[in-house]
């Protein structure tokens, strides 16, 4: 074996705690401002989105979902003056994260990053289209 053969035969994929920490380190660092609006929303990690998940965002393609918001929007839980009916969660979906990292060609981090600032643009009550301007992912101006 040569010394890269031998080298990439001991990667491994990023576990799901990996990308757990990762996501609570990325989400501490954030100002101070958008921190206390988001709260202490937790992350879980799953490999794939579950159906639910999938039905939720009538996304076909598990490889397409990359993190889910799931709860009610800030606006809209303020608007009805209702306690959450679900707990609040920041899902990241590892499968879907890794194969987009491979795609992109950038860090881990910047997945992650994009992943949760998208995420938490829904829990601001952001639509898709807003959702992608806060990542520079397209939307119009």
Do not use: K, N
Request: hydrophobic letters at 45%; proline letters at 7%.
């Amino acid at each position: 074996m040569t010394d890269e053969t031998d080298r990439l035969a001991r990667l491994a994929a990023p576990s799901a705690e990996d990308l757990a920490a990762l996501g609570e380190r990325l989400l501490a660092e954030l100002p101070a401002e958008i921190r206390a609006l988001v709260g202490m929303v937790p992350i879980r990690v799953e490999d794939w989105p579950d159906e639910a998940a999938l039905a939720e965002t009538e996304c076909e393609d598990p490889l397409d979902l990359t993190g889910l918001y799931r709860a009610v929007p800030i606006g809209e839980r303020h608007a009805q003056a209702l306690p959450p009916e679900e707990p609040e969660m920041i899902f990241l979906y590892r499968l879907p994260i890794l194969v987009e990292w491979a795609e992109r060609g950038c860090t881990l981090e910047e997945v992650v990053f994009d992943v949760l600032t998208h995420e938490i643009a829904h829990h601001l009550g952001m639509d898709e289209e807003g959702a992608l301007r806060v990542e520079g992912r397209g939307g119009t101006s």
